[in-house]
């Protein structure tokens, strides 16, 4: 089992670019998430999916969006790329949702916007 | 608002002493609390889950503990080794909605032969 995978692991985008960053996982898992991770700050959730055909804002949705494709997949979508997202972004899933699920955790992408 | 404290000083000591890390938090009360490890470049990794009416919660080498009058747990690594250098998060359930995990900012912890 791949556990969680994200594509790309790196990216470089201009400001004002869009792109789509990819989550998979192989666990057949209910719920996904998205966070991302900034020095000093932690780990942020931007959104997340609690089942299959459900969205939800997390603490710093503001500039993102997300699609839940199917039960594997969760994708993160950045319509219009400014520096203040300059982060690394981690794709998780659990069994289901709340605090008292494990989170399992992909390797992240470094996004850097110039 | 909630608030998750972590000491963002790295923590470093000798091998085989034990390593003590601290997690507090305010405005809060947390049925679960969980502890991650995560390496340079990687995602964080699930070490432990202790729930608010646990005191103790121990896996091999490790060990955590919940005091919900302090709102503080803390989180031990006995016989220490070089390969436990990492950072290490704790995370406890959200008060918002979904009861969603919050993290907080990790300690890095190095151990020297």
């Known amino acids: 089992n791949a556990g969680v995978t994200q594509t790309p692991k790196f990216q470089v985008l201009k400001t004002g670019q869009s792109m789509t960053l990819q989550c998979a996982q192989d666990?057949?898992?209910?719920?996904m998430y998205w966070y991302r991770q900034d020095p000093g700050m932690g780990l942020r959730l931007i959104y997340y999916s609690a089942s299959e055909g459900t969205t939800d804002k997390g603490e710093v949705p503001n500039g993102y969006n997300v699609s839940r494709l199917n039960k594997r997949e969760f994708s993160l979508r950045l319509e219009s790329a400014a520096p203040s997202q300059t982060s690394v972004y981690f794709c998780?899933?659990?069994?289901?949702?709340?605090?008292?699920?494990?989170?399992?955790f992909g390797p992240g992408t470094r996004l850097l916007v110039l | 608002s909630q608030k998750i404290e972590q000491n963002s000083e790295a923590l470093n000591i000798q091998e085989g002493k034990t390593a003590t890390l601290t997690c507090n938090y305010t405005n809060y009360s947390p049925a679960y609390l969980q502890w991650y490890r995560q390496d340079p470049g990687r995602g964080p990794v699930f070490l432990l889950l202790i729930r608010e009416n646990e005191k103790e919660k121990r896996k091999e080498r490790l060990k955590v503990t919940f005091d919900t009058t302090l709102k503080q747990s803390l989180f031990h690594i006995t016989a220490s080794q070089p390969a436990d250098s990492a950072t290490y998060l704790c995370a406890l359930d959200g008060s918002n909605a979904g009861n969603m995990l919050t993290f907080g900012g990790g300690t890095r912890l190095m151990v020297k032969p």
């Open positions: 666990m057949n898992h209910n719920s």
């Open positions: 998780a899933s659990s069994d289901g949702p709340g605090g008292q699920e494990t989170q399992y």
